[in-house]
């Protein structure tokens, strides 16, 4: 939390946290529509925003919401990875591998860049990539196998993930 922001705004943005948290994401989006406005553009606002509309599959909302962060800290991953899923999730899997791989270059050290980019390439037909993107997913984070293990979009590589230890 931005500690340079006035005390009552940290506690708004506190409240809306604390509703993500525990998985009450209409409370939360009650809470952000009341924030005040000087609050609605800070990266942090605007990720929760993002992060509350995934949560209620408002992926054209969250999508807008993800653009308008990508803008707003084009360095950082985070929007980009959003973005991308909500495209990914609105059935525009080849624009959401596209908006991974026009992302800042502090992706390449993000597992999730690399697992989603094997999500999009296995769902688009190109296994030999999803099997080279999850392998560095899991070489960063090797809690993404058992992930992968369960993700539907990469069913095409279940059996060999069962034999891995």
């Known amino acids: 939390m931005n500690l340079t922001l006035p005390i009552e705004h940290q506690k708004a943005l506190t409240v809306v946290q ?20 000087a609050l609605h553009d800070l990266p942090l606002s605007v990720e929760m925003h993002v992060v509350l509309l995934i949560r209620l599959r408002r992926w054209k909302s969250a999508a ?18 959003h973005l991308a899923y909500c495209q990914h999730e609105s059935g525009n899997t080849g624009e959401a591998r596209k908006t991974l791989l026009k992302g800042p270059p502090a992706l390449q050290k993000e597992a999730t860049y690399h697992y989603n980019l094997a999500c999009y390439d296995a769902v688009l037909g190109d296994i030999e990539s999803a099997r080279r993107n999850l392998a ?7 809690r993404f196998l058992e992930f992968a ?15 891995k230890a």
Do not use: V, W
């Open 136 to 142: 560095r997913s899991i070489g960063i984070n090797k």
């Open 149 to 163: 293990r369960q993700d539907a979009d990469l069913s095409p590589l279940h059996p060999e993930l069962a034999r």
């Open 64 to 81: 807008t919401q993800a653009r308008k962060l990508c803008k707003l800290s084009p360095s950082s991953p985070t929007g980009f990875i």
């Open 18 to 37: 604390g509703y993500l948290e525990l998985g009450m994401p209409l409370e939360a989006l009650r809470e952000l529509k009341e924030l005040p406005a």
